[in-house]
């Protein structure tokens, strides 16, 4: 007996609003300047937080055990960053292979 699976549908609209775009640009710059931070301050990051989770927002850093804390806390502090993201620093620093 073969068990079907229920098929997912993906929808692709295009947006073309010019102040959806204009939202869409500042929360990319947002992202960007975090990311940017982030990138900037890895080595203290893993140094600082094994094992922890870290949401950064506005150039600022918030470690908790789980995403959720480390995100409420970013909320917290900086309600209106919506370019905040979350990454898991490994609890040791090594090379890591992922493949398929």
């Known amino acids: 007996m073969v068990k079907s ?3 997912s549908q ?3 609209t295009e947006i073309s609003d010019p102040e959806e775009l204009a939202r869409s640009r500042v929360q990319h710059e947002r992202s960007d300047r975090n990311w940017t931070w ?3 301050h890895i080595d203290d990051m ?28 970013a909320k917290a502090a900086h309600p209106n960053d919506d370019g905040r993201f979350i990454f898991r620093i490994p609890r040791e620093r ?7």
């Not at 150039?59 to 959720?68: K, M």
């Open 5 to 7: 699976r229920p098929v």
């Open 10 to 12: 993906l929808a692709i």
């Open 38 to 40: 982030f990138n900037e």
């Open 94 to 100: 090594a090379i890591r292979i992922y493949a398929h």
């Open 46 to 73: 893993y140094a600082a937080f094994p094992g922890k989770c870290i949401c950064v927002s506005e150039g600022e850093v918030f470690a908790a055990d789980t995403s959720l804390e480390a995100t409420a806390m």
